[in-house]
Protein backbone atom coordinates (compact mmCIF):
# COMPACT_ATOMS: atom_id res chain seq x y z
CA UNK A 1 0.00 0.00 0.00
CA UNK A 2 3.19 2.28 0.52
CA UNK A 3 5.41 3.48 -1.85
CA UNK A 4 9.14 2.29 -1.90
CA UNK A 5 10.89 4.50 -0.28
CA UNK A 6 15.05 4.82 -0.60
CA UNK A 7 16.58 3.45 2.38
CA UNK A 8 18.20 6.44 4.58
CA UNK A 9 22.26 6.00 4.04
CA UNK A 10 24.42 4.72 6.81
CA UNK A 11 27.50 6.22 5.55
CA UNK A 12 28.77 8.56 8.85
CA UNK A 13 27.92 12.04 8.57
CA UNK A 14 24.68 14.62 7.95
CA UNK A 15 21.97 12.73 6.65
CA UNK A 16 21.66 13.44 2.69
CA UNK A 17 18.77 16.52 1.64
CA UNK A 18 17.05 13.18 -0.16
CA UNK A 19 16.92 11.09 2.63
CA UNK A 20 15.86 13.74 4.96
CA UNK A 21 12.93 14.20 2.64
CA UNK A 22 12.00 10.72 2.63
CA UNK A 23 12.15 10.64 6.76
CA UNK A 24 9.89 13.74 6.62
CA UNK A 25 7.41 11.93 4.55
CA UNK A 26 6.95 9.17 6.52
CA UNK A 27 6.97 11.12 9.51
CA UNK A 28 4.21 13.39 8.32
CA UNK A 29 2.36 10.00 7.42
CA UNK A 30 2.78 8.33 11.02
CA UNK A 31 1.09 12.05 12.49
CA UNK A 32 -1.76 12.11 10.04
CA UNK A 33 -2.83 7.99 11.01
CA UNK A 34 -2.30 8.97 14.91
CA UNK A 35 -3.63 12.62 15.41
CA UNK A 36 -6.52 12.50 12.29
CA UNK A 37 -8.59 15.76 12.71
CA UNK A 38 -11.71 14.72 13.34
CA UNK A 39 -14.98 15.73 10.79
CA UNK A 40 -18.18 16.07 12.02
CA UNK A 41 -21.80 15.54 9.62
CA UNK A 42 -23.52 19.29 9.07
CA UNK A 43 -20.10 21.24 9.90
CA UNK A 44 -19.63 23.24 6.83
CA UNK A 45 -16.31 23.25 6.12
CA UNK A 46 -14.14 24.48 2.44
CA UNK A 47 -11.29 21.59 3.45
CA UNK A 48 -11.24 18.38 2.16
CA UNK A 49 -11.83 15.32 3.40
CA UNK A 50 -9.62 11.73 3.80
CA UNK A 51 -11.50 8.45 3.02
CA UNK A 52 -10.68 4.98 3.19
CA UNK A 53 -10.87 3.31 -0.57
CA UNK A 54 -10.04 -0.50 0.53
CA UNK A 55 -6.33 -0.67 1.95
CA UNK A 56 -5.71 2.27 0.48
CA UNK A 57 -6.56 6.40 1.32
CA UNK A 58 -8.02 8.83 -0.92
CA UNK A 59 -8.45 12.33 -1.08
CA UNK A 60 -12.17 13.60 -1.60
CA UNK A 61 -14.25 17.17 -1.77
CA UNK A 62 -17.69 17.07 -0.22
CA UNK A 63 -20.74 18.14 -2.28
CA UNK A 64 -21.82 21.44 -0.87
CA UNK A 65 -25.79 21.18 1.28
CA UNK A 66 -24.84 17.18 1.14
CA UNK A 67 -22.32 16.68 3.85
CA UNK A 68 -24.63 16.12 6.94
CA UNK A 69 -25.80 12.79 6.25
CA UNK A 70 -25.37 10.86 9.43
CA UNK A 71 -24.45 8.22 7.64
CA UNK A 72 -24.07 9.14 3.98
CA UNK A 73 -22.53 12.26 2.03
CA UNK A 74 -21.63 12.88 -1.48
CA UNK A 75 -18.00 13.22 -2.62
CA UNK A 76 -15.76 12.75 -5.34
CA UNK A 77 -12.06 11.83 -5.59
CA UNK A 78 -9.31 14.38 -6.49
CA UNK A 79 -5.41 13.58 -6.59
CA UNK A 80 -3.85 14.43 -3.59
CA UNK A 81 -1.97 17.05 -4.95
CA UNK A 82 -4.61 18.79 -6.07
CA UNK A 83 -4.73 22.34 -6.65
CA UNK A 84 -1.26 21.84 -8.14
CA UNK A 85 -0.20 22.46 -11.61
CA UNK A 86 0.29 18.20 -13.43
CA UNK A 87 -2.64 17.43 -10.27
CA UNK A 88 -5.29 17.34 -13.00
CA UNK A 89 -3.08 15.68 -15.63
CA UNK A 90 -1.90 13.23 -13.34
CA UNK A 91 -5.26 12.13 -12.14
CA UNK A 92 -7.30 11.77 -15.41
CA UNK A 93 -3.86 9.45 -16.41
CA UNK A 94 -4.90 7.24 -12.98
CA UNK A 95 -8.50 7.64 -13.66
CA UNK A 96 -9.53 10.58 -10.67
CA UNK A 97 -11.73 12.09 -13.53
CA UNK A 98 -13.67 8.74 -14.70
CA UNK A 99 -15.99 8.95 -11.02
CA UNK A 100 -18.66 11.77 -10.80
CA UNK A 101 -20.35 12.34 -7.28
CA UNK A 102 -20.34 8.76 -5.02
CA UNK A 103 -22.25 7.52 -2.19
CA UNK A 104 -19.63 8.19 0.77
CA UNK A 105 -19.97 5.70 4.35
CA UNK A 106 -19.09 8.13 6.93
CA UNK A 107 -17.45 5.28 8.65
CA UNK A 108 -15.12 5.54 5.66
CA UNK A 109 -13.98 8.84 6.59
CA UNK A 110 -10.65 9.19 8.51
CA UNK A 111 -11.24 12.76 9.10
CA UNK A 112 -10.00 15.76 7.32
CA UNK A 113 -7.82 15.89 4.39
CA UNK A 114 -3.77 16.18 5.79
CA UNK A 115 -0.93 16.20 3.62
CA UNK A 116 0.56 13.27 5.54
CA UNK A 117 -2.27 10.52 4.15
CA UNK A 118 -0.75 11.39 0.24
CA UNK A 119 1.96 8.04 0.49
CA UNK A 120 -1.27 6.21 0.97
CA UNK A 121 -2.72 7.20 -1.97
CA UNK A 122 -3.35 5.33 -5.52
CA UNK A 123 -1.68 8.37 -7.28
CA UNK A 124 1.19 8.59 -5.03
CA UNK A 125 1.93 4.43 -5.58
CA UNK A 126 1.51 4.76 -9.02
CA UNK A 127 -1.58 2.92 -9.31
CA UNK A 128 -4.62 3.49 -11.38
CA UNK A 129 -7.83 4.07 -8.94
CA UNK A 130 -10.11 0.81 -9.51
CA UNK A 131 -13.20 0.66 -11.40
CA UNK A 132 -15.15 -0.32 -8.47
CA UNK A 133 -13.88 1.71 -5.19
CA UNK A 134 -16.82 0.21 -3.22
CA UNK A 135 -19.07 3.75 -3.34
CA UNK A 136 -21.94 3.71 -5.10
CA UNK A 137 -23.11 7.07 -7.69
CA UNK A 138 -25.03 9.57 -5.98
CA UNK A 139 -27.30 9.50 -9.02
CA UNK A 140 -29.66 11.79 -9.52
CA UNK A 141 -33.52 12.88 -8.37
CA UNK A 142 -36.81 14.29 -8.99
CA UNK A 143 -38.03 16.93 -6.54
CA UNK A 144 -41.89 18.31 -6.19
CA UNK A 145 -42.25 21.59 -4.42
CA UNK A 146 -44.82 23.71 -2.93
CA UNK A 147 -44.23 27.06 -2.46
CA UNK A 148 -46.69 29.95 -1.63
CA UNK A 149 -48.18 32.34 -4.23
CA UNK A 150 -47.44 35.26 -1.98
CA UNK A 151 -44.82 37.80 -1.27
CA UNK A 152 -43.17 35.30 0.95
CA UNK A 153 -43.01 32.46 -1.51
CA UNK A 154 -41.83 30.22 1.62
CA UNK A 155 -43.00 26.09 0.68
CA UNK A 156 -41.36 23.08 1.57
CA UNK A 157 -40.43 19.94 -0.52
CA UNK A 158 -43.72 17.06 -0.88
CA UNK A 159 -41.91 14.25 -2.43
CA UNK A 160 -38.65 13.22 -3.53
CA UNK A 161 -38.41 10.48 -5.97
CA UNK A 162 -34.96 8.76 -6.27
CA UNK A 163 -32.40 6.79 -7.11
CA UNK A 164 -32.18 7.62 -10.78
CA UNK A 165 -29.22 5.69 -12.44
CA UNK A 166 -29.72 7.67 -15.24
CA UNK A 167 -30.66 11.51 -16.28
CA UNK A 168 -32.95 9.90 -19.34
CA UNK A 169 -34.84 7.64 -16.83
CA UNK A 170 -35.00 10.65 -14.51
CA UNK A 171 -36.08 13.31 -17.45
CA UNK A 172 -38.96 10.23 -18.77
CA UNK A 173 -40.77 10.44 -15.51
CA UNK A 174 -40.02 14.09 -15.49
CA UNK A 175 -41.55 14.55 -18.03
CA UNK A 176 -45.05 12.70 -16.80
CA UNK A 177 -45.13 14.36 -14.21
CA UNK A 178 -44.70 18.03 -15.99
CA UNK A 179 -47.89 16.78 -17.98
CA UNK A 180 -49.44 16.31 -14.88
CA UNK A 181 -49.17 19.84 -13.64
CA UNK A 182 -49.27 21.38 -16.83
CA UNK A 183 -52.25 24.12 -16.52
CA UNK A 184 -52.35 22.98 -12.58
CA UNK A 185 -49.83 24.33 -11.46
CA UNK A 186 -51.61 27.19 -9.30
CA UNK A 187 -55.06 24.58 -9.05
CA UNK A 188 -53.68 21.99 -7.47
CA UNK A 189 -53.29 23.28 -3.92
CA UNK A 190 -55.02 26.57 -3.41
CA UNK A 191 -52.63 29.13 -2.40
CA UNK A 192 -49.46 27.38 -3.60
CA UNK A 193 -47.59 26.44 -6.55
CA UNK A 194 -46.81 23.49 -7.27
CA UNK A 195 -43.10 22.72 -9.47
CA UNK A 196 -40.89 20.11 -10.18
CA UNK A 197 -37.17 20.21 -10.08
CA UNK A 198 -34.41 17.70 -11.62
CA UNK A 199 -31.08 17.80 -9.18
CA UNK A 200 -28.46 15.64 -7.46
CA UNK A 201 -29.46 12.97 -4.98
CA UNK A 202 -28.85 14.21 -1.76
CA UNK A 203 -27.64 10.93 -0.53
CA UNK A 204 -27.43 12.82 3.31
CA UNK A 205 -30.57 12.82 3.52
CA UNK A 206 -31.64 9.71 1.15
CA UNK A 207 -34.40 8.26 3.61
CA UNK A 208 -36.46 10.73 2.64
CA UNK A 209 -36.77 9.61 -1.21
CA UNK A 210 -39.27 7.29 -2.60
CA UNK A 211 -37.79 4.65 -4.69
CA UNK A 212 -39.18 5.57 -8.64
CA UNK A 213 -38.71 1.91 -10.34
CA UNK A 214 -41.75 0.49 -9.27
CA UNK A 215 -44.36 3.30 -8.61
CA UNK A 216 -46.88 5.20 -10.42
CA UNK A 217 -45.34 8.67 -9.70
CA UNK A 218 -48.32 10.44 -10.86
CA UNK A 219 -50.04 8.67 -8.54
CA UNK A 220 -47.27 9.53 -5.82
CA UNK A 221 -47.69 12.56 -7.01
CA UNK A 222 -51.45 13.15 -6.75
CA UNK A 223 -50.96 11.89 -3.10
CA UNK A 224 -48.43 14.46 -2.06
CA UNK A 225 -50.44 17.08 -3.07
CA UNK A 226 -52.94 16.19 -0.80
CA UNK A 227 -50.93 16.77 2.05
CA UNK A 228 -50.81 20.24 1.32
CA UNK A 229 -52.22 22.65 3.32
CA UNK A 230 -52.77 26.54 2.52
Known amino acids: ?????RRCGHAPGAISPEDQAVVDEFRAMLTA????????????SARDIAVRVGPFV???????????GPDLIAVTLVHPDTPHAGAYLHGRQLGYTEHDW???PTTSILGYWQPGYTQLTHAANGLHLPDDIGMAP????L????RK?????????LLRLGPYTQTRHAQQDGDRLTAALNGRETTLAPGYRITMRFGPLNVSDHQLFTDPSKTDVVALLNTAITDVRP
Open 1 to 5: MIRRL
Open 33 to 44: LRNPEPWTPGIS
Open 58 to 68: ERAHTRPGDDH
Open 102 to 104: LRC
Open 138 to 141: ANYA
Open 143 to 146: YIEA
Open 149 to 157: RDDTHDGHT
